[in-house]
């Protein structure tokens, strides 16, 4: 089993509807969760950060289940630069060094 | 400093030269992380520094790989007699130490011939 897990997709959304998906990780000692957002042949990029009480950020809501072990990324009224791939971070424990890990990432596209 | 850069942005090289790229953090940040990522992958740990402190290498990395941070600031990846399936972005990335977000730089394109 993978430590994060995300379903690849594509996520093909029309251009309003709202979308989620989630991350699955496996170890639970994990420290701190993120969403980045990668475009095509760029760079990833923070998103934002998941807190376990959950947060919001214009249109974009992020969740934490530790019991579960999953965080979620809830995105409103979907935009055609929504498009892209997004990628799930967790940050592991001291005996992991702290170290960063990544989903492979679910690719989100928005139609008109 | 605008963010982490990352030198050169594109490399083609034959099978079998060796490539240097270099990834200059953001100034403030001491851990500095190296990453390589295919296409449809997430980014695959290769590395990272705490200073010029080597303290975790992905049990992946072969022995062509190496990187340096000598004087705790910039970083070199060397990849030795390259290999058509080291064809990947390498993306570079910084923290502070106690700070929980990476920053990425634009990444250096790799393919080997």
């Known amino acids: 089993r993978k430590e994060v897990e995300q379903d690849p997709g594509p996520f093909n959304v029309p251009e309003g509807a709202t979308v989620a998906f989630n991350c699955t990780y496996s170890n639970s000692a994990s420290q701190s969760f993120f969403w980045y957002r990668q475009d095509c042949r760029k760079e990833p990029k923070l998103l934002m950060s998941?807190?376990?009480?959950?947060n919001e950020d214009g249109r974009f809501t992020a969740q934490l289940n530790r019991a579960s072990q999953y965080i979620s990324l809830l995105i409103r009224d979907s935009k055609l630069s929504d498009s892209a791939t997004y990628l799930c971070?967790?940050?592991?424990?001291?005996?992991?060094?702290?170290?960063?890990?990544w989903g492979a990432g679910t690719k989100l596209i928005i139609k008109p | 400093d605008t963010g982490v850069s990352q030198n050169p942005r594109h490399k083609i090289t034959k099978r079998g030269q060796n490539v240097t790229f270099r990834c200059d953090p953001i100034?403030?940040?001491?851990?500095l992380y190296w990453y390589r990522q295919t296409l449809g992958q997430g980014p695959e740990f290769l590395t990272y520094?705490?200073?010029?402190?080597?303290?975790?290498k992905s049990r992946l990395l072969s022995d062509r790989f190496s990187a340096e941070r000598p004087k705790g600031s910039f970083s070199t990846l060397e990849i030795q007699r390259t290999e058509q399936g080291d064809s990947a972005m390498y993306l570079c990335?910084?923290?502070?130490?106690?700070?929980?977000?990476?920053?990425f730089g634009q990444g250096t394109r790799l393919t080997v011939v």
């Open positions: 990335a910084s923290s502070s130490e106690w700070g929980q977000v990476a920053f």
């Open positions: 520094f705490q200073n010029e402190a080597q303290l975790e």
């Open positions: 100034s403030e940040h001491n851990r």
């Open positions: 971070v967790v940050r592991g424990a001291m005996d992991s060094n702290y170290q960063l890990i």
């Open positions: 998941v807190y376990s009480s959950g």
